[in-house]
Nanobody, 115 residues
Framework: QVQLVESGGGLVQPGGSLRLSCAFSETAFSIYTMAWYLQAPGKQRELVAAIGRAGDTNYSDSVKGRFTISRDNAKKTVYLQMKSLKPDDTAVYYC?????????WGQGTQVTVSS
């Protein structure tokens, strides 16, 4: 059974940092494009950042310069380093793995930015 398990969420003050992790059970992790999405209360899920099999990355305009996505193929894990966090970043963050027609989602991890 394919599984994506996110961790690292929590409560942080504005201006603080968090690092999210997503462990993927699939052996062929390295061929997948990995991505992070967020879903704020009452809003649609939206793409935050993605990293391709070659390490190419892209980011939403709202997080450019503050968030960094990376991957460790040996650990089958993708990370999202978040800095200079703002209250608007508060959301459930989901990890997604994509390869061709296959797409898998994690269960999500809550990030709350508040003083």
């Amino acid at each position: 059974q394919v599984q994506l398990v996110e961790s690292g969420g929590g409560l942080v003050q504005p201006g603080g940092s968090l690092r999210l992790s997503c462990a993927f059970s699939e052996t062929a992790f390295s061929i997948y494009t990995m991505a992070w999405y967020l879903q704020a209360p009452g809003k649609q899920r939206e793409l935050v950042a993605a990293i391709g099999r070659a390490g190419d990355t892209n980011y939403s305009d709202s997080v450019k310069g503050r968030f960094t996505i990376s991957r460790d193929n040996a650990k089958k894990t993708v990370y999202l380093q978040m800095k200079s966090l703002k209250p608007d970043d508060t959301a459930v963050y989901y990890c997604r793995a994509i390869y061709g027609p296959n797409s898998y989602w994690g269960q999500g991890t809550q990030v709350t930015v508040s003083s």
